[in-house]
């Protein structure tokens, strides 16, 4: 039922930005955290950043790793049922496929993209 489909992916100059989408089906993306991952060759998955789901006394918060802080917004588009993640000052180092996921009840993230290849070039 819930499926998220991510794009935007490709090769990005070192410096460059990148734009990355994720549509999301058969939930509201405001209803629940949506957290952005990504893994690099050789590596193991590893969390880049979420934005918090928005309640009736506070609008969702977003939080990023020490890594791309400062370089990367999450984002969010209600009517879309969209997330984003805009990747800026882009380093070799970011790349990665890069992957959607969303939580289930118990706040542990169940449901996942087929994630996005960013290649960033030197």
């Known amino acids: 039922q819930v499926q998220l489909v991510e794009s935007g992916g490709g090769l990005v100059q070192a410096g460059g930005s990148v734009r990355l989408s994720c549509a999301v089906s058969g939930r509201d993306v405001s209803s629940y955290t949506m957290g952005w991952f990504r893994q690099a060759p050789g590596k193991e998955r590893v969390f880049v950043g979420h934005?918090?789901?928005?309640?009736?006394?506070?609008?969702?918060?977003?939080y990023y790793v020490d890594s791309v802080k400062g370089r990367f917004t999450i984002s969010r588009d209600n009517a879309k049922n969209m997330v984003y993640l805009q990747m800026n000052s882009l380093k070799v180092e970011d790349t990665a496929v890069y992957y959607c996921?969303?939580?289930?009840?118990?706040?542990?993230?169940?449901?996942w993209g087929q994630g996005t290849q960013v290649t960033v070039s030197s």
């Open positions: 996921a969303t939580t289930n009840s118990r706040n542990e993230y169940a449901y």
């Open positions: 934005i918090t789901a928005d309640v009736t006394w506070r609008r969702g918060t977003t």
